[in-house]
């Protein structure tokens, strides 16, 4: 009974969504029986039964953005908490001959959260990176911020440095149409 929950993600495999079987007895099994919608405390389940596996990369993703999206409809951040000290994270860093390597991470390793893509590009091949777009890493802030890992973004990670190198090279067309423009602001 207490794997049977009324309504699921799909991506879950532990629990058995009733309403996919019988979804026209929800008075019974909800009011009567007591059975409610899948929780976060599901999801952290399933991830703590999955063994980091190269196959399950896809299955990962998936569950690590139900994840923040239970975070980010309320659900307690307390409940990812069991999630810090087990390699749940898909990571990917070049390995030799080019070919990528996909493993699993927990928060105490060296690795990264590339959160903007010119960062993404300037490191992907020299640290190891989470396996997550751009743009699934801005939705994953709620997760990111309940795991205290905002240490782990690259862009908090990296101090950023411009250096001029080599001569400087004067643009006289530029430098008259700036002169010609604060001539003009002058009067």
């Known amino acids: 009974m207490r794997d049977c929950v009324w309504e699921a993600p799909t991506c879950l495999r532990k629990v058995y969504a009733l309403s996919l079987v019988y979804p026209d007895c929800k008075a019974i099994f909800c009011d009567k029986l007591g059975i409610c919608d899948a929780t ?17 990369v896809n299955l990962y993703k998936n569950l690590l953005l139900l994840l923040n999206e239970y975070l980010r409809n309320g659900s307690p951040a307390a409940s990812v908490q069991r ?23 927990d928060h105490r390793q060296t690795w990264y959260i590339a959160d ?7 490191f ?3 640290v ?15 997760l990111i911020n309940a795991m205290g890992l905002k240490e782990k973004l690259i862009s ?32």
């Open 116 to 122: 903007t893509s010119i960062l993404q590009q300037a």
């Open 156 to 187: 908090r990670a990296v101090e950023q440095r411009m250096e001029k190198i080599g001569n400087p090279v004067i643009d006289e067309s530029k430098t008259l149409e700036i002169k010609s423009r604060a001539s003009y602001l002058f009067r």
């Open 40 to 56: 976060i405390d599901h999801v952290v389940e399933e991830v703590l039964d999955l063994r980091p596996n190269v196959g399950y």
């Open 124 to 126: 992907v091949d020299k």
């Open 83 to 105: 999630l810090k000290d087990i390699k749940v994270f898909p990571v990917i860093f070049r390995h030799e001959q080019d070919l990528h390597e996909i493993m699993f991470q």
């Open 128 to 142: 190891r990176l989470m396996h997550f777009t751009i743009a699934e890493v801005k939705l994953l802030t709620p």
